[in-house]
């Protein structure tokens, strides 16, 4: 690489409750059990048109339960991608696509989704070998039969973004052939960390059905820049002062570039004899030409010791897929289903740690970070290759509707090679048992009651970029999750789920040279709760809780390196979501969102902690017709009091939560 300098990026074109709760559940407390066991299916990702595809509609209304659901860019949810039961769903690679198994490299865009959600408890019961934690299932738009479309989204997002999205859809008569896809510009973003950037995405899901064979292809890409990440950390071990204000507390000159590309086919085949197939097949590529990221650690003055890493040329590429097969039959007066699956794996990987340039004590008033460094082009590189493939049995049995039991088994070969420039490459070849097991009871008045046990192999992503070894590929760990739980409906279509669960797995942490790998063991312990439904016809709510007893162990815990309580952890988290349809004028709803997290940890050592804090979200959703076009106008501010807390990473770095911002936007379909 020649010598360069990181010159300035182009300016864009613009102990604990859940012993409590777990004895009042066990105990018969909530008085409850089970739906029907067809209530474990997932819901279709079927749209008829642009406002029934998620894109004028209330994710409120629309939501299952309170655990997570995501339409667009508007979320509601206890968990997200990154933080189910206090782990990581994207380091731990459990996603799937309209059912189908793939590893991702790169997130999707919108414009190609129906909708995301996170299925844990008995939601999870329905996938075909199930992960511990949880699954990030995601729904790809569908046209319905006959209809045709488009859309137009304009306005404005946090910080005062200028954003147009379009979306559009096509179907034959009689859905034989179809198209979704959209196009998202963001051509000027300030983000609450005060970094710009801009955000351009395009995709397209094209469907055939051929008699009983369903085909569904998926091609997208999406593009991201922006000035650099920052994290903060605490020089003095105690809670940095507060930091005021949308401002850049990093070089302006730092760079981030990300290209993302996901490719794929499925094909889903169902026939009257009770024959399931179903085969799908995923390219997901994320390139990074530039990643540039800078650790501040903060005095009590308002100064900190500033450290720039430049990083470039990164990539991540996965290609996987599934083929499965299963048969639903009868024997004995008994539903039984067998289904057998073989996955496919390649995911290739080229990082790097960078080049660290000590910008030495900066001012954060005048924030003068100084002229950007030379690189010398010496950064060394890691090139890795995962190969995972499994054969797996699944079997599934209903007697008379009043017990069912679901068992499955997977054998697991994982070959890792990794090859650092000027070394001998490393390889492991291991070979694994994976298995999964559910009881599914029907109780009282509808209800059903659950209990499971999941064996599953989990990445654990990459070292985060305050240690010594950033952005190397973390080893894939074994996980196991048991759980137990109900669901049911209280009154009218208001549903109460309720669960306890324990997962156990190896954990991370620094070792005495700053690098980061596995360290131990983690297990949380803990109980959530959702209520969620309409309580009257205007008046529609999904809330919830779960409370959580994170606890480390292992010579680490041992000597100190890391806390017993892990950073990051929150035991309690919850949110309320509401949404109102005003009698006059009828087409006005207001909705509402309130989140709680309690105090964390906020270093690995637990020297000290963050402070709890309460975000609360308003907005409003007004449906008329513009010339004659239906129209949807979404008003929202996010952080109403503007709280302006301190939240802690599981690595132990800080970040602010993000200020007051407000949405204006404006859809028409046309």
């Known amino acids: 690489m020649p010598h360069s300098r990181l010159s300035p990026a182009p300016r864009p074109r613009l102990h604990a409750p859940w012993r409590t709760l777990s004895c009042w559940i066990l105990s018969g407390g909530l008085g409850l059990a089970a739906l029907p066991h067809a209530a474990l299916a997932q819901d279709a990702g079927g749209v008829g048109n642009g406002m029934a595809n998620g894109a004028a509609g209330s994710v409120v209304s629309q939501a299952r339960d309170a655990f997570g659901q995501r339409i667009g860019n508007e979320e509601i949810g206890l968990y997200t991608e990154g933080q189910v039961r206090g782990f990581s769903l994207e380091n731990a690679g459990n996603y799937r696509m309209d059912g189908h198994y793939y590893v991702r490299a790169a997130r999707l865009p919108d414009v190609v989704l129906a909708g995301v959600a996170i299925e844990v408890g008995a939601n999870a019961l329905a996938t075909d070998f199930p992960a511990p934690s949880g699954i990030v299932a995601s729904r790809l738009r569908r046209p319905g039969a006959g209809t045709a479309g488009l859309t137009v989204e304009a306005g404005i997002r946090p910080q005062f973004a200028p954003m147009v999205e379009m979306k559009g859809w096509l179907a034959s008569a009689d859905g034989t052939l179809g198209v979704a896809g959209g196009a998202l510009v963001n051509p000027h973003i300030l983000y609450s960390d005060g970094t710009r950037g801009e955000e351009y995405a395009v995709g397209a899901v094209p469907r055939a059905r051929i008699g009983a064979l369903n085909l569904t292809g998926l091609a997208a890409w999406q593009h991201r820049r922006f000035n650099g990440n920052y994290s903060f950390r605490s020089a003095n071990g105690a809670l940095p002062p507060e930091l005021k204000g949308i401002r850049l507390f990093a070089p302006p000159w730092q760079r981030f570039r990300n290209d993302m590309v996901n490719l794929g086919g499925m094909a889903d085949w169902s026939t009257p004899d009770g024959w399931e197939r179903k085969a799908g097949l995923f390219w997901s590529s994320s390139s990074q030409p530039e990643n540039d990221f800078t650790m501040m650690t903060l005095n009590p003055d308002g100064t900190a010791r500033t450290t720039a890493i430049a990083v470039r040329d990164q990539y991540t590429r996965s290609l996987s897929g599934e083929v499965l097969a299963g048969r639903r039959f009868e024997w004995l007066g008994i539903a039984h289903r067998l289904t057998g699956a073989a996955r496919y794996r390649r ?102 009651g659950y209990m499971s046990y999941t064996r599953g192999l989990e990445e654990k992503g990459v070292a985060p970029a305050n240690a010594a070894n950033r952005n190397e590929v973390l080893p894939a760990v074994m996980a196991r999750q048991v759980e137990l739980g109900v669901r049911g409906r209280v009154h009218g279509r208001l549903s109460l789920a309720a669960g306890l669960f324990e997962i156990v797995k190896p954990t991370t942490g620094f070792d005495e040279q700053g690098r980061f790998g596995l360290q131990g063991t983690v297990r949380h312990r803990g109980v959530e709760l959702s209520l969620s439904g309409p309580l009257t016809d205007r008046l529609t709510i999904a809330t919830g809780a779960v409370f959580l007893d994170p606890e480390n162990s292992g010579p680490a815990v041992e000597t100190g390196l890391i806390a017993h309580w892990p950073a990051g952890q929150s035991r309690l988290t919850a949110q309320f979501n509401m949404e109102y349809r005003l009698p006059v004028p009828a087409n006005l709803s207001v909705d509402v969102q309130l989140t709680h997290n309690s105090t964390q940890p906020a270093d690995m050592a637990d020297r000290f902690r963050t402070g709890a804090n309460s975000l609360f979200d308003i907005g409003a959703r007004y449906r008329l017709a513009l010339a004659g076009r239906p129209t949807t106008l979404r008003f929202r501010v996010q952080n109403l009091l503007n709280d302006r807390s301190w939240s802690a990473s599981g690595s132990g770095t800080l970040s602010r939560v993000r200020p007051r911002a407000f949405t204006l936007t404006a859809l028409a379909s046309l």
């Open 347 to 448: 995911t290739t990987t080229r990082a790097t740690p960078g080049q660290s340039f000590d910008l030495g004590l900066v001012d954060l008033d005048a924030r003068d970070f100084g002229p950007p460094p030379v690189l010398d082009g010496d950064m060394v590189y890691s090139h890795g290759l995962v190969r995972q493939d499994s054969i797996g049995l699944s079997y599934e049995m209903d007697i008379a509707g009043r017990v069912r039991i679901q068992a499955g088994v997977q054998r697991a070969f994982y070959r890792k090679t990794v090859a650092i420039d000027g070394a001998v490459p490393q390889e492991t070849d291991d070979r694994y048992w994976l298995y999964n097991g559910a009881l599914i009871l029907p109780l009282p008045r509808g209800w059903l």
